[in-house]
């Protein structure tokens, strides 16, 4: 099973900077099949970016994805108010299927 | 619009099952995978499994095979979630989430509300 490890636990940042997360894999990931979530409190998860780069519908250019391999980036340009939330990259192998990483949580400095 | 509405919150003793429905609508129920994720409180994500609606075709998580099934009604557009043998460490939010079947790696891009099971004595 490929395991994600995200970091920073947790992210403390000041609305106007600029987010930086990391999605590190066990094993080499397809870039194609990975993927950032946003959760905020008492609701579901939100799609962000699918195929490491690309942002899905809907989404602002403020938050970008990079990476290859087993090391992947989630950035926020900007940080705007509502950006305040847990993030979460998953991937989607062939086998034995999908994992999730543990989360990274962003908080207002 | 494109929408997952799920079956409402469970209580349910230890060993019992539970049944979590998921209602499609907006778009061609067998066009994507349901995948089903569950979160525990204050816990991540965790991956359960998907159903093909298509073929009927699942693909479970090593952690619930034996436990869970997964099923659809095309006729309604909905699926199911079935897990058996409800443990305390069950209770938990369940999600299902629709993902392309054609475009694999376009990721979950819709998600239900939500479904709140609680496993308690």
């Known amino acids: 099973e490929i395991v994600l490890t995200q970091s920073p636990g947790t992210l403390s940042l000041s609305p106007g900077e600029r987010a930086t997360l990391s999605c590190r894999a066990s094993?080499?990931?397809?870039?194609?099949?990975l993927a950032w979530y946003q959760q905020k409190p008492g609701q579901a998860p939100r799609l962000l970016i699918y195929g490491a780069s690309s942002r899905a519908t809907g989404i602002p250019d403020r938050f970008s994805g990079s990476g290859s391999g087993t090391d992947f980036t989630l950035t926020i340009s900007r940080l705007e108010p509502e950006d305040f939330a847990v993030y979460y990259c998953?991937?989607?192998?062939?086998?034995?299927?999908?994992?999730f990483g543990q989360g990274t949580r962003l908080e207002i400095k | 619009q494109v929408q997952l509405v799920q079956s409402g919150a469970e209580v349910k003793k230890p060993g019992a099952s539970v049944k979590v429905s998921c209602k499609a609508s907006?778009?061609?129920?067998?066009?994507?995978?349901m995948h089903w994720v569950r979160q525990a409180p204050g816990q991540g994500l965790e991956w359960m499994g998907w159903i093909n609606p298509n073929s009927g075709g699942t693909n479970y998580a090593q952690k619930f095979q034996g436990r869970v099934t997964m099923t659809r009604d095309t006729s309604i557009s909905t699926a199911y979630m079935e897990l058996s043998r409800l443990r305390s460490d069950d209770t938990a939010v369940y999600y299902c989430a629709r993902a392309d079947i054609v475009l694999i790696g376009t990721g979950m891009d819709v998600w239900g509300q939500g479904t709140t099971v609680t496993v308690s004595s």
């Open positions: 907006g778009y061609t129920f067998t066009g994507y995978y």
């Open positions: 998953q991937q989607y192998g062939s086998s034995p299927g999908i994992t």
């Open positions: 094993q080499s990931v397809s870039s194609s099949y």
